[in-house]
């Protein structure tokens, strides 16, 4: 979600004038674009506006402007800690960020006189909803993003068709649950998320369609006929697990318990055969014993999960779960972090052998100067093969001839 917000900012700055660089010694202009999930991306932030105090002392004129999750929890104490820093945008405000930026910054890009080209992207991200009022009861971003709101259908497909435009051949919509997403169509009509990834499927100029993240407990059988039946959609499902114990997912507030997982996992896996399944975990939450943590294991194994994001739970100011204590030893957390992980690769590692020989639908996302293309499979694995430069943005069929746990290796077989 930070990275499509960045994005689209980015794309404002341009469109008057901006110029980007990759160097903040450069940079009349720096906006940290800031997370508040976990503390560690919090110290990050705050690392990155030590960093930023020193090139300040050497170039008074450049404006720092703090923005998203950490700025909208933090926005009355940061300008203490950094007084610096020129505006504060929290996350909540973020939907207007074009406006407060041109308020800020006045006349200062228009003078330019060099327009940079926005280049091609041929994969885009696009917020169809903001914020989240599930209070799972370890998480934040109700805090700062507040409550639900799905985009209105008719905005977010112009988006696309914009897109699709300027090139994009493969869009992702973001929602923190995508699967709550709803909107007035025409007349007294609902647009539930299947609705809208038919419509977008439909959209000319976009080849692939992709979403995240969604949640178990909102999950129905339209989606997964919906996925099923449009060309379009990938063959991959972000399905956060977080635990496999119905103890911790009860104290998480998830609202659905590990046999509903499975049996969620195995209709999608049954309708949809080629499909791929990642998911988050975290361990550590508060009362987590060796026994819910083994039944987490089990849980991964049956689901043959192609990718896992772990992390160690982290207490959050304001939540619910950081009222109590933070009982799982940091240790525990690194042990069972790393026995996750271990296993986790272990199980990418046989899922993706298992592809050598067949022929896998990739979308040529870049080829080096000594040719060598990489791409995605519509399973969402990386994939690496001889190719041509002017094989950039199209869709080819690509024989699996090596594997390892994370990418694959191939040879060109034909365009799609
Ligand atoms: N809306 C998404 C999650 C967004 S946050 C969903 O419900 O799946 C992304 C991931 O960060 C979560 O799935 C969770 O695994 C992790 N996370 C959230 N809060 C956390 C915390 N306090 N400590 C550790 N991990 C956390
Ligand atoms: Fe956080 Fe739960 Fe909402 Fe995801 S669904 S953003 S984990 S409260």
Avoid: W
């Amino acid at each position: 979600m930070n990275v499509a917000d960045s994005a689209a900012i980015g794309e404002h700055l341009r469109s008057r004038g901006g110029v980007a660089t990759d160097l903040a010694q450069q940079a009349d202009l720096v906006i940290v674009n800031t997370c508040s999930v976990r503390g560690q991306a919090e110290h990050k932030a705050l690392s990155y506006l030590g960093r930023l105090a020193l090139i300040k002392v050497k170039q008074p004129a450049m404006k720092v402007v703090f923005a998203g999750c950490m700025a909208e929890r933090v926005k009355e104490s940061i300008k203490k800690r950094f007084p610096f820093i020129n505006l504060v945008v929290g996350a909540r405000d973020i939907e207007y960020f074009p406006q407060l930026l041109d308020k800020f910054l006045g006349d200062m890009l228009d003078d330019r006189s060099v327009l940079s080209a926005a280049t091609p992207q041929l994969t885009s991200f696009i917020n169809i909803m903001r914020g989240c009022e599930n209070h799972c009861s370890y998480c934040i971003v109700p805090t700062v993003r507040g409550p639900e709101k799905s985009r209105a259908v008719d905005d977010i497909l112009a988006d696309i068709r914009r897109m699709a435009a300027a090139g994009t051949k493969e869009v992702t919509l973001l929602g923190q649950n995508v699967n709550s997403y709803t909107s007035a169509g025409r007349g007294k009509t609902i647009i539930d998320f299947s609705d809208l990834l038919q419509m977008v499927n439909g959209i000319d100029g976009i080849d692939r369609i992709r979403f995240m993240t969604n949640h178990p407990k909102d999950f129905n059988d339209k989606l997964i006929e919906t996925m099923s039946s449009c060309a379009k959609v990938c063959d991959h499902i972000h399905l956060p697990l977080q635990s496999g114990s119905d103890t911790i997912l009860a104290a998480m507030n998830r609202k659905y318990t590990a046999g509903d997982y499975l049996t969620l996992a195995n209709k999608l896996k049954h309708a949809i055969p080629r499909l791929a399944i990642t998911t988050d975990i975290m361990v550590g939450f508060p009362g987590e014993t060796d026994a819910d943590f083994a039944a987490t294991l089990r849980i991964i194994e049956h689901t043959d999960f192609d990718f896992l994001y772990a992390f160690k739970y982290s207490p959050r100011p304001g939540t619910p779960a950081a009222a109590g204590e933070d009982s799982v030893i940091r240790s525990k957390k690194e042990e069972r972090l790393a026995i996750l992980l271990e296993q986790a690769d272990s199980i990418a590692a046989r899922k993706n052998a298992k592809l050598i020989g067949t022929h896998q639908e990739v979308l040529v996302e870049e080829v080096t100067a000594n040719g060598i293309a990489g791409g995605r499979t519509r399973a969402n694995k990386k994939i690496f093969f001889a190719g041509e430069s002017n094989l950039r943005g199209t869709l080819v069929s690509i024989t699996v001839t090596g594997s390892k746990a994370y990418s694959l290796e191939g040879s060109f077989t034909s365009c799609v």
